[in-house]
Structures are given as C-alpha cells and as structure tokens.
C-alpha cells in the first residue's frame, strides 16, 4: 500500500505519514508478534521505523539493543533493506557505556548498532539526547566522519532544547559539518508547550524535520482511559495524571466527540492532529497488536477537516 510522504528536513529522506516506534518490539511485542507487526507495517506503507540502540535496557534482564536485534533479524529473514528507512539513536546510559556523545561512544556505538540491524548503513542516526559535557564540534564531527564513511546517511537530534538545537546548526554552518536534519521532540494533544514554545518555530525556520514521539500520551489519547477505575498497568499510572486534569478531561470529551463524528477510533484523530501541525514530518506511534497496526496504518491516511482541528485545539489550549 503506498502512502503519501515528506521530506525530512533537508535530508533527502522522504518519510510516510506516521514513523512506526521500535521501544515495544522484544519488551510488550515477543519476538514473533514484533515480526508480524513489522510485516504489516510495511504492507500498509508504514516504512520507516524508529529505534534507538538502547531499546529496552528498562527491562529486567535487558542489556539494550533488543529492538535493533529485531528489526535486523526482520530485514535479514525479508531480504528488504532497501524497502525501510532505519531511524536509529546513541547517546544514552547503555550497558558500561555512560551518557555521551563523545567521539569514541559514537563510533563504538554505530559498529554495534549496524552489526544488531545487520546492514551497512543507517537512514538517521540521532543524538538520543542533548550531552552538554561534549563540545558540539566533537559530536558533529564524528557524524560526519560515519556520513563519509557511508554508514549513515543523515543525522538528527532528539530532546533538544531550543537554544541547543540552534547552537548545533551554527556550529554545523560555520564548521562546514553536517547539520541535524530532524527533531525528535514530546509533542502531543496533552503536551503541546514543549515543542510549541520555541522548537516549532525554529524549526520551520531552520527546515528541520519534527517527528515527534509519545503522540499518543503514553496510551492516554487511545481513549480507553475515561475513569480512574480504567488506569491500571504502567501505561495506566502515566494517563492517571492526565486524567486528573481539567485539560485531560476536556481533551478526552473532545477526541471522543470528534472520533465518533468521523467514524475513527479516538487514537487515529489524535495521530492526524499531529500530522496537521506545522513543523510535524510525521508523528511516532507504536503498535502491540496486529488491531492496533491496522489502525496506525488508517491514522496514516486519515485527513482532519477544520472543525474537527479546532475543537481539538481548543480543548487542547
């Protein structure tokens, strides 16, 4: 199924409507349900997966990489590398590896990064964090080096700040090193401030990318939460706070007016208000079920009219 796509940024990758979110594949989704999902994603247009090589070290018994060993496993089993675009990170606590962005943790990390996907180059390698204890020249420059050496074709960032974001591209622009071609920020219909704030503007400015992840409030925006008595899990504790807002409630009763107006599930229209906002590439979102990758795929396709963006901007606000 072919979808409609965007550019991401400047880099030369053109991007589906959602970019499918890899933390679920060998923590909530076992190795043969991560396979089946990875299957269907595909099939419905779903090409470009999110990963990072720290994925899932929050797992009792994890060590990290558990999500790339997956996909690389897939790609390998499907012989269809040259079908997906590979969106990997570095750079947080793995293992006996540190917090860091350092030129040694970058090129140890990418070798073990391309041996778990078992390909020779990555789509976008991105900066899992802003690390301030590097000097942005050491981190670019190393990016550039594994741009040269064919092992990754573009680079992005991911929780930035503004004031960092901007740093990043003055020191790629005056050093002539490749620039951050992507944001990866918190962006949702309960978490708007931010990326909206500063991030949003710079980066239509800049013409980076921003595929924002948690478009779904961890679960919350899925709709099934609508009483204290529905948050029960780990996911159910994250939408409990939201809940017990004001804005959560309004929200809720919103996306659940404007879902049954069009006739989608309040999930899809919460993905497709992201996929409205300016600056936005194209949200991440993350399936367990083979219903719930059905449903990314339709939220990938579904168009918002007006009305419907403004009574979710307004209860959002």
């Known amino acids: 199924m072919a979808l409609p796509t965007k550019m991401l940024g400047r880099s030369g990758l053109a991007l589906p409507p959602v970019v499918l979110g890899g933390n679920v594949f060998g923590w909530t989704a076992d190795i043969k349900t991560s396979l089946d999902l990875l299957d269907a994603a595909l099939e419905g247009g779903l090409n470009a997966i999110d990963t990072a090589d720290m994925y899932s070290t929050w797992v009792e018994g994890h ?189 809720i009763a919103a996306l659940l007016a404007q879902a049954q107006r069009i006739g989608a599930a309040p999930s899809e229209v919460a993905i497709a208000w992201c996929r409205e906002k300016s600056g936005i590439t194209a949200p991440i979102a993350s399936a367990t079920s083979l219903s719930q990758m059905q449903s990314l795929i339709r939220a990938a396709a579904l168009e918002l009219d007006k009305d419907s963006i403004a009574a979710l901007d307004e209860a959002s606000a």
């Open 63 to 251: 060590e990290g990489g558990e999500s790339e060993a997956i996909i690389g496993a897939w790609m390998k089993e499907r012989k269809n590398r040259s079908q997906v675009k590979i969106l990997t990170k570095v750079g947080m606590a793995m293992g006996h590896h540190q917090a860091s962005l350092s030129k040694a943790r970058i090129f140890a990390a990418v070798e073990a990064s391309l041996t778990r996907l078992q390909t020779d180059y990555i789509d976008l390698y991105q900066a899992h964090q802003d690390d301030p204890e590097t000097p942005l020249e050491e981190t670019l420059g190393a990016f550039a080096e594994l741009i040269k050496q064919g092992k990754v074709k573009a680079i992005g960032a991911s929780n930035y700040t503004a004031p960092r974001l901007k740093a990043a591209l003055d020191v790629a622009k005056a050093n002539n090193l490749p620039r951050y071609e992507s944001l990866q920020p918190l962006y949702n219909l309960m978490e708007r401030p931010a990326f909206e704030a500063e991030l949003q503007s710079l980066c239509i400015a800049e013409e980076v990318g921003a595929i924002n992840y948690f478009a779904l409030a961890a679960g919350f925006l899925s709709g099934k939460y609508k009483s204290e008595a529905d948050c029960v899990g780990r996911r159910g504790e994250s939408a409990k706070k939201y809940l017990a807002t004001a804005k959560g409630k309004a929200v």
